[in-house]
């Protein structure tokens, strides 16, 4: 790619003020994993390639009481797997981590880099969107927080302007009592990327009924499909099989998924049904 | 003595060392990067080839259009067999990916660029994907003209006939097949299919290529350079001796890197130029160069009630893609339709077919592989409606010594009722119910069987070079491509000679320098290079004993040859090194030549099969396997997990044990994906659409079964060497498919055997 030119910023505001000189001619590469397979396949032609490589203060990963955790966007997916931390605060978030590609995948990609490419396909986003997640976004006009929730727009299409970074990302914590869980199911090879990914987070009542539920759905559609019918049919009930049982169908009669190599629509219907059920009767036995 | 010990890999330290020399890293002064400009249209006549904008880019050494393949000094025409192949089209294209031009160029993006800037224009023509309807009256026509067939092969002269898409009709008229049905109780009557495949070896295919003054000298990964040479002899008119291929140690090759795929293009770019050119194939196009051949198999077998067979009818269709290759040689492998089992009655058809799709290659099980997975299959169909078990009905009908196989001849002791007894048993087979239900998981077990035949008349030669220090060189055109050949070789050569292996050194192919090799493929290579090698040091030891007796004063029968020294037979310290013998005849090396031509069956009746009845023998070799496994199968998603996997095979004499059951392993383990996900998928224009490694799925580690076993039944005192290569991955299929009808009572027909066709048959089956 003899074209293209490398420019390694030291600090945020050179990056940013880059990103704002040079617009759509640029790409952000981090981990690369996903942008150098892009550009070998002439899906993008950037004339610029912006590494945040030398960037320093985005490795971090930190807990905050009240925020959460803190983690630098530039963080790779193996490092998030594997800190004590984030394994403390958010096991699930963590195995969730350790789900994506394969390790040596894992080693070069970065959690920033996961969410800013957007592939409908991926393991992290539907969990972070249950977590209710949020990223910090940086850009010559300041710095701004976007709610997962909002985040993803369409296939590699993100909430994120040309002239933002990815430095951050949040998960709060979850309420004391709450659990969570996310199941990667494959149709081909384990290394494949996700059929369909499903991440449930369950809060309960002191008595035992639910108070909050939330399942979305990865790999399902451009975007991380959050299933509202499901919150409002478990809300203030007890989580019985039955119930589980209708929540589920619910959700899968809901869902308009796509069909890809990975399974047709109609497989994807019939898993998200029994991805629902088993990820709600995890959180519910607590493992 | 070396022979039958599990020694490490010879180049086991540079594998993991990054110390191996493969193709891909050779770099020579001034050399140019080649890319292929491949075709967008399935079918189509080429009217227009302008390549001057390309040619007068910067950095643009070359391009190679058809204007090229005209006049005198060149024969365009290359293949095995059926010579139907260009460098780049001449006057049609025949599937999406067919080479139209390629360029030669300072580095690989230019050459990339000036593609673009190549003008093409086409005449769309109508295209056929599927090969029964490519044999159907007024199909499109692929190849129009006179067939091109090499001599001696009178079958393809009489069936591969210009006005059809028949590449090759292989046919087996065996008994009556009118009274074999009439005398059946019951009839079966399936239609089982297998998608194309891709070898998908790490090593993509590369070719490098150099022309001086007189003499192509090309480096290539390929499994058999003398085919190669061969043909490039052919296409540049010049004597085989100007033609110099040089192969090393393949990143793998599975049948993939068999006969000519980039060395005609990169050779004429490195004519054209003057210049050294390498072209290096991409991942996708690595699709475009062979795929396993897509094929439909419809067998009706008729039974007696006890289960014994007494008919079969059988057609294959094979899908050859856009060129022959080596279809012509592989459809007679329907002589395996009606499995390794006792048919009195049989007629069997096995076409080649001509289609607009990725050519077809030799792949590992090498046309069995299709028809296993029709035999076995239902063979458990015909045992489940007469309610025996898959291993009883096998041992009533399987082949015993002197049984009539499919080609007429008498069979050799094949061992099967051990293989099929050993192989039931370590999975538990009599042990326990074979269906066990977990929840929504139910666990179930599955076998099938093989016979597998070898490429035969088949000749392998092999120099043999002693040292005047005593060490051995072996020159062999045979090709290590991660099976461990060198190491097997080195073994064979240093037991024959009374040498360590640390002193052997096996060679790899150069046609100037190493004798005739007719391939490394079809599971022939230890067998046949191995029989060649060993007449070869038989030569030296002659030359050493001759020597030595005069030396020593002894009589040859008295004396042994051991660890590079000659010894009188229980005469301590009467002895002499093999040095001192060289250096006593005064020759500095001693010199054998091992020739193995091989055209006789087991019994010592030549291999040829009538080509109206195909009767006759087979091969010179069979090779019989049983593979059981255990599977899991999630009947809420249909997803199936390999729990248990075991191959089972006669052999022979191991030459290597460990490294034997590691190539079985492997060979399994490659059937496992063909199982379960992989296929190649192609859009309404017939051009490919998953030729990655993401949308390609491969197993990963995480795939292996938790149990993987391997058996080599090595009967005491054998000395027939068996290849190994191929054997156990055809059964896989079949086994896995089986053991997934027993779990949850339905069959799937088509591989591969995904998580939503099994849901959809179980959907199905809940609504009956």
């Known amino acids: 790619m003899p074209n293209i030119k490398l420019s390694q910023p030291t600090t945020l505001d050179e990056a940013v003020t880059l990103l704002a000189k040079e617009g759509d001619q640029i790409k952000i590469i981090a981990g690369g994993t996903a942008l150098v397979i892009m550009l070998r396949n002439h899906l993008i032609s950037p004339s610029v390639l912006l ?22 966007g530039l963080v790779t997916i193996r490092d998030a797997e594997r800190a004590p931390l984030i394994r403390e605060k958010q096991p699930t978030l963590a195995s969730t981590f350790g789900k994506v590609g394969n390790i040596r995948v894992r080693n070069a990609a970065t959690v920033g880099g996961n969410l800013s490419e957007a592939d409908y396909a991926s393991d992290p986003p539907c969990m972070l969107v249950a977590l209710r997640a949020k990223a910090n976004a940086s850009s010559v006009r300041g710095k701004r927080e976007i709610p997962l929730t909002e985040f993803f727009q369409g296939f590699y299409e993100t909430a994120l302007n040309p002239d933002e970074i990815l430095t951050e ?80 169908e619910a959700c899968s009669a809901g869902a308009e998924p796509l069909s890809d190599l990975r399974g047709s629509a109609w497989y994807r219907k019939q898993i998200i049904r029994v991805m629902a059920r088993r990820a709600m009767q995890h959180v519910i036995a607590g493992h | 003595m070396a022979v039958g010990q599990s020694i490490s890999m010879i180049d086991s330290q540079q594998r993991v060392t990054g110390g191996i020399d493969y193709t891909l890293n050779i770099e020579l002064p001034r050399m140019l990067y080649g890319r292929i400009l491949r075709s967008p249209r399935a079918h189509a006549r080429v009217l227009k080839v302008d390549a001057s904008k390309a040619e007068r880019l910067s950095g643009v050494a070359a391009v190679l259009t058809r204007d090229d393949l005209i006049g005198d000094h060149i024969d365009p025409y290359f293949g095995l067999i059926i010579q139907d192949q260009t460098p780049v089209a001449l006057d049609k294209v025949r599937f999406v990916g067919d080479p139209v031009a390629a360029v030669a160029a300072v580095d690989d993006e230019t050459a990339a660029e000036a593609l673009d800037l190549i003008d093409v224009e086409y005449e769309e023509l109508p295209a056929v994907f599927d090969a029964e309807e490519a044999l159907k009256p007024g199909a499109v026509l692929l190849h129009e003209s006179l067939r091109r067939i090499i001599p001696g092969r009178p079958d393809v002269t009489a069936r591969s006939q210009a006005g059809t898409n028949i590449v090759h009709l292989f046919k087996q008229r065996k008994g009556d097949i009118s ?73 793998g090759g599975f049948g993939g890197k068999l006969n000519c795929k980039l060395e005609p293009v990169v050779a004429m770019l490195a004519k054209k130029t003057g210049q050294p050119v390498k072209i290096t194939a991409r991942r996708n196009e690595v699709f475009l160069l062979g795929v396993q051949h897509e094929c439909k198999v419809r067998l009706k077998t008729g039974v007696k009630k006890d289960g014994t067979l007494v008919a079969v009818e059988a057609y294959c269709h094979y899908n ?119 929840g929504n998981k139910i666990r179930a077990k599955g076998i099938g069987v093989i016979v597998k035949g070898m490429a035969t008349p088949t000749t392998s030669t092999a120099s043999i070079k002693l040292n005047a220090d005593g ?183 191991v030459i290597n044990p460990r490294l034997s059951e590691l190539q079985v392993e492997g060979a399994m383990l490659f059937a496992l994906g063909q199982v379960l996900f992989e296929e190649l998928s192609s859009d309404t224009n017939g051009g490919i659409t998953n030729p990655n490694l993401s949308d390609y799925m491969l197993p990963s580690f995480e795939d292996v079964p938790s149990q993987l076993s391997v058996h080599l039944l090595e009967p005491h005192g054998v000395t027939d060497v068996h290849g190994i290569g191929e054997t156990s991955l055809p059964p896989v299929r079949p086994a896995i498919g089986n053991a997934i009808c027993r779990a949850i009572g339905v069959r799937i027909l088509d591989l591969p055997i995904t998580p939503e066709k099994v849901l959809r048959a179980l959907e199905n089956q809940r609504k009956i």
Request: aromatic share 6%; charged share 20%.
């Open chain 2, 471 to 653: 060490s051995l060189n072996v020159l062999t055109s045979s090709v290590e491509m991660g099976q461990g050949l060198k190491t097997a070789l080195a073994q064979i050569a240093a037991s024959e000679a009374g040498l360590p292996v640390s002193r052997v050194r096996v060679s790899e192919p150069d046609t100037s320098f190493t004798p005739f090799d007719l391939m490394t493929a079809a599971s022939r290579a230890t067998f046949c290079m191995g029989t060649a090698i060993r007449k070869g040091v038989q030569q030296v030891r002659d030359q050493l004993l001759e020597a030595a007796a005069s030396m020593l004063e002894a009589a040859k029968e008295d004396l042994i040859l051991n660890d590079g020294r000659v010894m009188v037979r229980g005469v301590q310290g009467k002895s002499v090194s093999y040095s001192d013998i060289v250096r006593w005849t005064k020759t500095n090396t001693l010199l054998g030549h091992g020739i193995f031509v091989s055209g006789s069956g087991p019994d010592g009746s030549p291999v040829v099969m009538d080509f109206e009845t195909g009767q006759g023998y087979g091969s010179a070799e069979w090779h019989p396997a049983v593979v059981t496994c255990e599977v899991v199968v999630d009947t809420e998603t249909g997803s199936v997990k390999v729990t248990r996997l075991h191959g089972e095979l006669y052999v022979g004499k």
């Open chain 2, 179 to 251: 009274q074999g049905f009439r005398e059946s109780d019951h009839i079966f009557d399936n239609t089982f299919s297998s998608p194309p495949v891709n070898h998908a070896a790490l090593e993509p295919h590369v070719a490098v290529a150099q022309v001086s003054e007189r003499q192509i000298t090309v480096w290539t990964c390929s499994q058999n350079p003398y085919v190669v040479q061969r043909q490039l002899a052919g296409i540049f008119k010049i004597p085989m001796v100007d033609v110099r291929v040089i192969v090393f140690t393949l990143g």
């Open chain 1, 169 to 248: 990302l949040i998960v709060p914590d979850l309420a004391p009592g709450s659990r969570s869980v996310y199941l990667k199911y494959v149709s081909r090879s384990s290394e494949d990327r996700p059929c369909v990914g499903m991440a449930a987070v369950l809060e309960n009542q002191p008595d035992g009924t639910c108070k909050e539920l939330r399942l979305v759905a990865g790999a399902v559609a451009e975007t991380p499909q959050e299933f509202e019918s499901a919150g409002a049919m478990a809300r203030g009930q007890r989580l019985t099989d039955q119930l589980i049982e209708e929540i589920a």
């Open chain 1, 51 to 72: 590494s945040l490589g030398r960037l320093p203060d985005l490795r971090y990963i930190r807990h905050e009481p009240g925020t959460g955790l803190r983690i630098g």
């Open chain 2, 320 to 438: 050859s893609g856009a060129y022959g290759d080596t279809t012509p040689n592989l459809i007679t492998r329907g002589y395996a339709a009606a499995g390794p089992y006792r048919v009195p009655h049989l007629l069997m058809d096995s076409y080649g077919v001509y289609t607009n799709t990725a050519p077809s290659a030799a792949f590992r099980g090498y046309g069995i592989t299709q028809v296993v997975w029709a035999h076995e299959s239902q063979m458990d169909i015909i045992a489940d409606a007469l309610k025996m078990d898959p291993l009883e009905i096998r041992l009533k009908n399987i082949l015993q010594k002197g049984d009539s196989f499919s080609t007429g001849e008498p069979m050799p002791e094949m061992h099967y009722n051990e293989l099929l007894e050993s192989a039931a048993e370590k999975v538990g087979w009599n042990n326990g119910p074979i269906v066990v239900r977990e």
